[in-house]
Each structure stands twice: as C-alpha cells, then as structure tokens.
Antibody, heavy 118, light 111 residues
C-alpha cells in the first residue's frame, strides 16, 4: 500500500524556520516525482513545490521562491521542505503527495499543520 | 500556465446524481486533469485522471458511482446514486511542465 506520512509541523514566529519531513513507503520512491501542497485555513489547495526523481529539478510557486527548499533522500525514502523566513500567510496544512511527470497527484499524506504567529 | 475554473457549490438529494464541471482556459483546453475529493476535516483523496477525449482512469478503491467525461474545454465529474459521505469539496488539478494548478473547489452538499 502506498503511504506518505508528514511530520515536523508546529507553531513558529514570523521570520522563523521549520523543516517538514515526509516518509514514503509501499512504492519505489526513487522512481517518482514528489510534491508539496498546502491549504490555508478555510481555503483551497495550493501547489507549493515539486522535485524530480534524482533531485536535479526543483520547482516552486512564486510566493515561496527563495524562502523554501524542497529536497529528498532516496536512501531514506524521504522528502523534505525547509521553510525559512516564514510569514503569517504561510500558515496552512502542508501535504506531501506522490506525483509523476505528466501525471496527477495520486497519493496524499494526512498533512501537517504549520502555524506562523507571534 | 493553465487556469482551471470550478463553480463554488452544488447540491443534490441522496440517491440522485450530480455533475461537477472543471473548465480549462482557452489555451489549454486539451489538457488532462484529475479530480480529488476532500471530505470535511480530512486529507484530499485522488479520484481519477480524465483526458480531453473523455477517457478516465480511477484510483484504487474509488466507487463505481464516480465517473468522468469531457466536452471541449470542460471536464466533468458525475456522482451517481449520491450518498451522504459524498458531501465534500471536490478539486480539479492540472499541470504544465513542472508546475501544478488546482481549481478553487466545488462544495457538494447532500440533501
């Protein structure tokens, strides 16, 4: 069974940093692109970042460019999102998702809540 | 970058059918989309991949009452024999090169 499980969310002050992690299982991790999607309270889904299989390609929504970094460790079947210079508007549930190039997201994690507040 | 548009809400009675629409902008009308369901308080769930031809492929365990179809730039999700647990937000997703785009979601209320 395909499974992705996020961790690392929490409360952080504006300007602070947080690192999210996603543990993947049930599939050959190093053959898939991976994605982070977020959902602000009461709002819709927003794509945040993608990473290709060998981490040579990383892509971001404009609002997080220069502040967030997506990475992966294929030996550990893990995906990460380093979030720096956090803003109040980054408050959201962050979902880890499996996707592939040219295909939709087909598996979602349960999400981890990031709250940016003073 | 593609843009997808969804109506904000829909409602139907238990046992009836509801048809949701996701419309691609004119420059991307041939694009493939996906439908995702998000029940209240839960993570999204992948429902299906839907092509411009109307061909669709559902995710594992998605009930038969969910089906997809297409017409021009419109991509449809039909839920037949509506059940109470189908009350949820439904999002369409598409992608272009290395980015992904979501619609604003359609809230389905089961009466």
């Amino acid at each position: 069974e395909v499974q992705v499980v996020e961790s690392g969310g929490g409360l952080v002050q504006p300007g602070g940093s947080l690192r999210l992690a996603c543990a993947a299982s049930g599939f050959t991790f190093n053959t898939y692109w991976m994605t982070w999607v977020r959902q602000a309270p009461g709002k819709g889904l927003e794509w945040v970042a993608n990473i290709n299989q060998d981490a040579s390609g990383k892509y971001y929504v404009d609002s997080v460019k220069g502040r967030f970094t997506i990475s992966r460790d294929n030996a550990k079947n893990s995906l990460y999102l380093q979030m720096n210079s956090l803003r109040v508007e980054d408050t959201a549930v962050y979902y880890c998702a499996r996707s592939d190039y040219g295909d939709p997201i087909d598996s979602w994690g349960q999400g981890t809540l990031v709250t940016v507040s003073s | 970058q593609p843009v997808v548009t969804q109506s904000s809400s829909a409602s139907a009675s238990v046992g009836s059918s509801v048809k949701l629409t996701c419309t691609l902008d004119s420059g991307h009308r041939a694009y493939i989309i996906a439908w995702h369901q998000q029940q209240p308080g839960k993570a999204p769930r992948y429902l299906m991949r839907l092509e411009g031809s109307g061909s669709y492929k559902k995710g594992s365990g998605v009930p038969d009452r969910f089906s997809g179809s297409s017409s021009g730039a419109d991509r449809f999700l039909t839920i037949s024999t509506l059940q109470s647990e189908d009350g949820a937000e439904y999002y369409c997703e598409t992608w272009d090169s290395n980015t992904r785009v979501f619609g604003t979601g359609t809230k389905v209320t089961v009466l």
